[in-house]
């Protein structure tokens, strides 16, 4: 066979991963949030690509609009060279869920016979939702899996045998969804075989940050993170050879900052301090770059002081909250007075401290949210964010919010942790959104700015940051402000629901106290009453704003169940007791 007709023959794979927009449409502006601050490259696509390559059964072309060279767009161009490929692979995050389903919708439209993959947290927690809108979903880990695809699509591109490949779930010829055994996370050794991701010309010159990720998977199965079910419960590592052949990669290919996307950069401190050690025993220059580490990395002095031999300048912490109770509900292993030490002795170490805290548990309060703006401001912490706390699928957090029936809406394009999208014990959801906008202004204040500028060791870092911070914050204000106005109406008809289901209660429960006092003739008013509140249910649940409203619909209906289950017990009684008079 000539090798003309091996490239013919050759999967044309195209990989993509799209940005977040302000409504979840595709061709909707972006949304503009305090992620936007940081351009990273994708963790997906590029290594992907790369191990699509490595089979040398797939044409691969990487597409990350965001990048691109024509204004950080998704374009109708961008959607017809998708169209012409053979299979194209979506990677997505619950917040870009949305668009990618649009996305995948479209190109069956131009190309019925094109191949939709999703892969990602998402459709891993939710792959019959992913099926309506593609034709297979790679669960969990995609590195094997997509190789294993391609050998398949490669064999038989319109009717691949894809019952024995696991991780997968795809519709049979039927119709009918199946969903192949999970694959197993990849042992370390296999981890360690992975090629090495490559960046393109455009992702180079767009990124403010590149990302190595040298570990997988999280031990301590906090109730809202995600990434137990996509990763596993144990961690898995490249091996100190090979983690350091990738720092030395990546700055081959940009010398930008780089962020260590391990989930927790200490999780083995033996095995960081030897990479350490390694990057300063061959001299790599190390530009300023960061890592995510939890609170219990600040008790390893060693570990602080060979981190910032190595240029090390910025620690990311999940403190979560200074809330006991919260952090108890979070199943987060920690403390108040941890979390206290922990950003006191990263400063002492020399590095500026990025604190992250979710908001919003059944255990907070207003002051909770303003406590904890005190708190971050008094310990000069040099960068936060505020989240709010959010029930993505597959979490714990999740499953126990629907069963509870907490989940606001299931517009996934308002899962970016910055809209409020759970009712939580003790705050009504419009306060806490309004609580974490003023949380964000109160930070990143001008007034910060200049205290930051006179007081904190990194001090015109973080006065700039404070200055644009404050911007960007009142940005996104003005552009969240109509779904806090819309929240502002859930809660105006919660109240007022509550209100008249407590006045029919003690409607209710004056004729009980009644008894032989015209009970019988009582029940038809407590009857009409009931009959009027179940009607205005109905109709008020119905105007609310459309994406509370299958919360609303499910709430009203719980409320009518349970008059409708009291009024036969009241006119039982008054039967009863006019028979006896």
């Not at 090629?195 to 999280?218: H, Q």
């Not at 989240?387 to 126990?400: C, E, K, M, Q, W």
Request: charged share 25%.
């Amino acid at each position: 066979m000539e090798a003309s007709d091996t490239m013919r023959k050759k999967i044309r794979l195209g990989l993509v991963e799209l940005y977040a927009t302000q409504d979840g449409g595709l061709w909707s502006p972006r949304m503009k949030d305090l992620y936007s601050l940081v351009r990273l490259p994708s963790r997906a696509v590029d290594l992907l690509a790369a191990i699509a390559d490595r089979t040398g059964l797939a044409e691969v072309t990487t597409f990350n609009p965001l990048y691109d060279s024509r204004g950080g767009r998704f374009r109708r161009e961008d959607l017809e060279r998708l169209a012409a490929l053979d299979v194209v692979g979506i990677s997505a995050i619950t917040r870009t869920q949305p668009p990618s389903y649009e996305l995948a919708r479209l190109l069956k439209e131009r190309n019925p016979s094109i191949r939709i993959l999703f892969g990602g947290p998402h459709v891993t927690a939710l792959p019959d939702e992913a099926l309506e809108n593609g034709d297979i979903v790679v669960r969990h880990e995609g590195d094997a899996t997509i190789a294993d695809l391609l050998e398949r699509l490669a064999e038989h591109a319109e009717d691949p045998v894809l019952g024995d490949v696991l991780g997968i779930s795809f519709r049979e010829k039927d119709g009918s969804v199946r969903h192949n055994p999970d694959r197993p996370f990849l042992t370390n050794e296999e981890l360690n075989a992975l090629p090495f991701p490559v960046y393109s010309k455009e992702v180079v010159r767009g990124i403010s940050n590149s990302v190595i990720v040298s570990s997988r998977g999280c031990p301590f199965a906090c109730d809202f993170c995600a990434v137990i079910t996509q990763f596993g419960s144990r961690y898995r590592f490249l091996d100190v050879d090979r983690s350091v052949e990738l720092i030395e990669h990546t700055l081959r290919q940009t010398r930008k900052p780089i962020f260590f996307g391990d989930d927790n950069f200490c999780g083995l401190p033996a095995r960081t301090k030897a990479i350490l050690e390694r990057i300063l025993s061959k001299g790599i220059p190390m530009p300023p770059w960061g890592a995510q580490v939890r609170v219990e990395a600040s008790q390893d002095a060693e570990c602080l002081a060979l981190m910032k031999r190595a240029g090390c300048t910025r620690l990311y912490v999940g403190f979560e909250s200074i809330n006991e109770d919260t952090l108890k509900l979070f199943n987060k292993r920690s403390s108040l007075e941890k979390n206290e030490l922990a950003i006191r002795r990263f400063h002492e170490a020399g590095f500026s401290v990025h604190g992250m805290f979710v908001l919003g548990s059944d255990a907070d309060t207003v002051e909770t949210v303003r406590e904890t703006v005190r708190f971050a401001k008094d310990l000069m912490v040099d960068t936060v964010q505020f989240f709010s706390l959010t029930p993505i699928p597959g979490t714990p957090l999740s499953a126990r919010y629907a069963e509870q029936g907490k989940i606001l809406s299931r517009s996934w394009h308002l899962y970016d942790a910055h809209h409020v999208t759970v009712v939580p014990e003790k705050i009504a959801p419009h306060v806490l959104q309004q609580e974490l906008a003023r949380a964000h202004l109160e930070f990143y204040s001008w007034k910060e700015a200049v205290r930051h500028l006179l007081l904190s060791s990194d001090r015109f870092y973080n006065a700039k940051i404070r200055i644009l911070g404050n911007l960007l914050a009142r940005r996104i204000l003005g552009e969240m402000r109509p779904y806090e106005e819309r929240l502002g109406v859930l809660d105006g008809w919660s109240r007022e629901m509550e209100a008249r289901f407590q006045r029919l209660r003690k409607q209710l429960a004056s004729r009980v106290e009644g008894l032989g006092s015209g009970l019988s003739q009582g029940t038809a008013a407590v009857k009409d009453s009931a009959e009027e509140f179940v009607r205005w249910l109905r109709a008020s649940a119905d105007t609310l704003p459309k994406e509370f409203l299958s919360y609303c619909q499910k709430l009203a209906s719980a409320s009518a169940d349970q008059v409708r289950g009291v009024l036969p017990c009241v006119q039982s009684l008054g039967a009863a007791y006019e028979k006896k008079s």
